[in-house]
């Protein structure tokens, strides 16, 4: 394997096959171990690198996936995800956005905070009620409408700057163009969406 | 309603598997702007087959004005009627060309009555409400005779047999050749006294050239009368 491969397959995980994901799937399904540090080793680094542009940290970043494999051993039974790579983005994004969280509600908290999250490790992991869940799937729907009238490379851009987090340069230097130039296209983008969601009675 | 930006940032973190699947494909230029092509040309050609879907309309429409003279002259052949035939009336100011089927269906019809008062020539510059109402297909003359137009096969003369076809007498004999606007005009006469005019040439000069002045011309160098 050539070193841009190797990048390739750093950044976008093992080559997406359907029949290798739902290989995978089904060895942890069966419970086994095998299946998993297979994932581990083919979507490994594209998740640590998407906890990292979140997050700013490698050892964060690396619990953040560790907490990801844990969180798949618990839902693969009875959850059979179809798109495994996209599953496992999702579940890193939200761990390591958690975990964001966390850390800044802790510095807000100033000392004292240290005492209740010692106190009660569930704060780690905000509890969402089912009013923002029920919330963030209308907004998400809305989300997608978004991006279905926007074109392949507004679209591409927009999750890989807003899902991904990432940043303006490496994103500039993935499609040749100019870091002013593609901030000011998110600019615009930002703003067509506001408006978009305005449309849909959803007000930031 | 208002969301939180920590809402937003859940919501995007539910993004469906199609939007995540994608960015991760398209993680070169390259990759990105292939893709744009094929989205390009896939939406030129939705927007093309919806138009074409809206022109459609127009066009066939447009296709069977165009076709429905072809049809009624089909049908006329299958009528019985032999190719060339037309019948040539009078409409004010055009001559225009009936379907072919007309021909079959006036060649045995009972000759109508003259309207009141109206002579030959007369008739041949009645209103076209006029001519509906006394359901004439020929020129009428006063004596019963008539004057129809019949294109032939170019360059050819009417037959014996043609003339007698249209005139139902065997015995037609020639009057005389004229040129009329290039058209070859010939006239006969037959022992009822039934009087017609062949014109040799295209259908479409018929049509174009003869109009109400060529026709009174025409009429005024015809006898007038059973002879």
């Not at chain 1, 994932?39 to 680094?45: F, H, I, P, S, V």
């Not at chain 1, 996209?86 to 509600?105: E, M, P």
């Not at chain 2, 009528?79 to 060339?84: F, I, V, Y």
Request: charged letters at 30%; aromatic letters at 8%.
């Amino acid at each position: 394997m050539n070193e841009t491969e190797t990048d390739k397959r750093r950044e976008t995980g093992c080559p997406s096959s359907a029949p290798d994901e739902a290989q995978m799937v089904d060895e942890v399904y069966r419970r086994s171990e095998a299946g998993l540090h297979r994932m581990m080793d083919c979507y490994g680094a594209l998740l640590q690198s998407l906890s990292m542009s979140i997050l700013h940290d490698a050892g964060e970043a690396e619990e953040c996936v560790n907490d990801t494999w844990l969180k798949v051993w618990e839902l693969i039974p009875p959850y059979r995800p179809a798109h495994l790579r996209s599953f496992l983005c999702k579940l890193t994004r939200q761990i390591s956005v958690d975990r964001y969280r966390a850390a800044h509600r802790e510095k807000r908290g100033g000392a004292d905070a240290d005492l209740w999250v010692e106190l009660n490790e569930s704060m780690m992991a905000p509890e969402r009620s089912p009013e923002d869940a029920e919330t963030a799937a209308a907004v998400r729907e809305a989300i997608e409408g978004f991006l279905l009238g926007q074109d392949v490379e507004s679209r591409v851009l927009f999750t890989r700057r807003y899902f991904f987090c990432e940043s303006l340069q490496s994103l500039a230097e993935r499609y040749g163009t100019d870091p002013k130039l593609l901030a000011v296209k998110m600019a615009r983008m930002r703003g067509k969406l506001k408006k978009y969601l305005e449309k849909e009675d959803i007000y930031l | 309603m208002i969301v939180k930006r920590t809402t937003l940032s859940d919501a995007l973190s539910e993004l469906s598997d199609e939007r995540i699947e994608e960015a991760l494909e398209l993680d070169s230029a390259e990759a990105l702007r292939r893709a744009g092509r094929k989205e390009k040309a896939l939406r030129n050609e939705m927007r093309s087959r919806k138009y074409r879907r809206w022109l459609a309309v127009p066009v066939c429409a447009a296709l069977c004005l165009a076709l429905l003279p072809v049809c009624l002259r089909f049908a006329g052949r299958l009528a019985g009627n032999r190719p060339g035939e037309i019948n040539v009336q009078v409409a004010n100011p055009w001559i225009y060309v009936d379907s072919a089927a007309d021909v079959a269906a006036r060649m045995h019809t009972e000759l109508p009555a003259l309207p009141a008062g109206k002579t030959a020539r007369q008739c041949a510059v009645l209103q076209p409400e006029e001519r509906q109402a006394s359901s004439m297909g020929d020129l009428i003359f006063t004596d019963g005779s008539r004057l129809r137009l019949v294109k032939t096969e170019a360059g050819a003369e009417p037959s014996t047999d043609q003339m007698a076809r249209y005139s139902g007498y065997a015995d037609a004999e020639w009057l005389e050749t004229e040129t009329l606007h290039g058209l070859h005009v010939y006239r006969f006469r037959t022992s009822a006294g039934d009087l017609a005019a062949w014109i040799r040439g295209d259908l479409y000069y018929c049509y174009e050239y003869l109009d109400r002045e060529d026709l009174l011309k025409l009429l005024a160098g015809m006898p007038e009368g059973r002879n």
